[in-house]
């Protein structure tokens, strides 16, 4: 079992920056890849990037290319997100997913998810 805790979200003028973390429990952290989706309301839940177990291999969705940056401390079990050059179409709640296998870009493969955090972006 492994529980998801993110936090970092705020309100933030386009063109600004946050940075996201996701705190997990567990000892066996490292061996989940990890995911970060957002989600506004009244659409489905969309990938933004995933990184793999050892943090050399990540995955970004093409919106954010250039823009986002996932990182991992497998010595924290802490994922991040960096998100610089924000967008007001960047707003949403994103969560964050850790899963045991490699599809990284599906909602359904993730085995676990924390409770959102809500980041927005003014125009």
């Known amino acids: 079992q492994v529980q998801l805790v993110e936090s970092g979200g705020g309100l933030v003028q386009a063109g600004g920056s946050l940075r996201l973390s996701c705190a997990a429990s567990?000892?066996?952290?490292?061996?989940?890849?990890m995911g970060w989706f957002r989600q506004v309301p009244g659409k489905e839940r969309e990938f933004v990037v995933a990184?793999?177990?050892?943090?050399?291999?990540?995955y970004y969705t093409d919106s954010v290319k250039g823009r986002f940056t996932i990182s991992r401390d497998n010595a924290k079990n802490t994922v991040y997100l960096q998100m610089n050059s924000l967008k007001p179409e960047d707003t949403a709640v994103y969560y964050c997913?850790?899963?045991?296998?490699?599809?990284?870009?599906?909602?359904?493969?993730?085995?676990?998810w924390g409770q959102g955090t809500q980041v927005t972006v003014s125009s």
């Open positions: 997913a850790a899963q045991w296998g490699s599809s990284y870009y599906s909602p359904s493969r993730y085995n676990y």
């Open positions: 990184i793999g177990l050892s943090g050399d291999n990540t």
């Open positions: 567990g000892r066996t952290f490292s061996m989940y890849s």
